[in-house]
């Protein structure tokens, strides 16, 4: 789940015995808002051609350091060298970002309070926002690394959804259920492969095949399709088409 208590609330009250965990990407997510509130900060003591710069480098720094590219690798130096709080917000992004690494909570945890120890105070209050959740949410945000799952696959699916919905206009709930839930070619089919089943001899010939080099009679069992649902992937695919 995200950090909502009422949600959590439910949770303890319903079904006690279930362990809370904080979605991931609603963790590593404050870092890239921190990143952009220093971003924005500095705007003021910039003149109109470096401010049009860094808007067209936000992405650069809100990019994982390991994904850049030469040429945005190099931009990010740039900016670092010439705003030093810039390139200090940055590393403290990509820091945050690598407690996710860890294997255990143990770790995660000595992770999190090396990064927290490492904030500069001119940048704590950028920040501020990762430490007060990490103080009230810790219990739930660490459980991630005994049950490392995410709720990606709901995220992605709404996402789906509101397009859908936005393309189409006007969509009542059960259309739009509809659309999504059963669009002809959406859905992962998984066809199962034949097994087969030794029979007793006395078993009628016409209902059997036998084997090679086994004299026994043997039936094949056919298994019904297993249907997954509405594949993400397929159907993002047919939105772009406009199938959907």
């Not at 404050?30 to 480098?57: F, I, P, W």
């Not at 709080?85 to 992770?111: N, P, S, V």
Request: net charge positive; proline share 4%; glycine share 4%.
């Amino acid at each position: 789940m995200d950090m909502w208590k009422p949600y959590r609330d439910a949770v303890g009250d319903v079904i006690p015995q279930a362990k809370v965990v904080v979605d991931k990407f609603h963790v590593v997510r404050m870092a890239n808002d921190s990143m952009e509130r220093v971003r924005k900060s500095m705007k003021a003591d910039l003149t109109l051609k470096q401010k049009r710069g860094l808007m067209h480098d936000r992405f650069v720094l809100l990019r994982r350091q390991h994904e850049l590219t030469d040429q945005e690798s190099f931009n990010l130096d740039g900016w670092s060298k010439n705003y030093p709080l810039l390139g200090e917000a940055y590393r403290l992004k990509e820091a945050f970002f690598c407690i996710y690494d860890a294997k255990t909570q143990h770790e995660a945890m000595h992770r999190y309070e090396s990064w927290r120890k490492s904030i500069p105070t001119e940048l704590y209050s950028y920040f501020l926002p990762i430490v007060t959740a990490w103080s009230n949410w810790q219990p739930c945000i660490v459980e991630y690394f005994n049950h490392p799952i995410t709720n990606a696959y709901t995220e992605s699916l709404n996402n789906l959804i509101r397009v859908t919905n936005r393309l189409g206009r006007g969509y009542s709930f059960e259309a739009l259920r509809a659309k999504i839930l059963f669009s002809e070619g959406a859905h992962k089919v998984m066809q199962p492969r034949p097994k087969f089943e030794r029979r007793d001899e006395s078993m009628s010939m016409s209902y059997a095949m036998f084997s090679i080099g086994d004299s026994r009679p043997s039936t094949r069992i056919v298994e019904k399709a297993k249907n997954y649902g509405a594949d993400l992937s397929t159907l993002a695919r047919m939105i772009e088409r406009g199938d959907i």
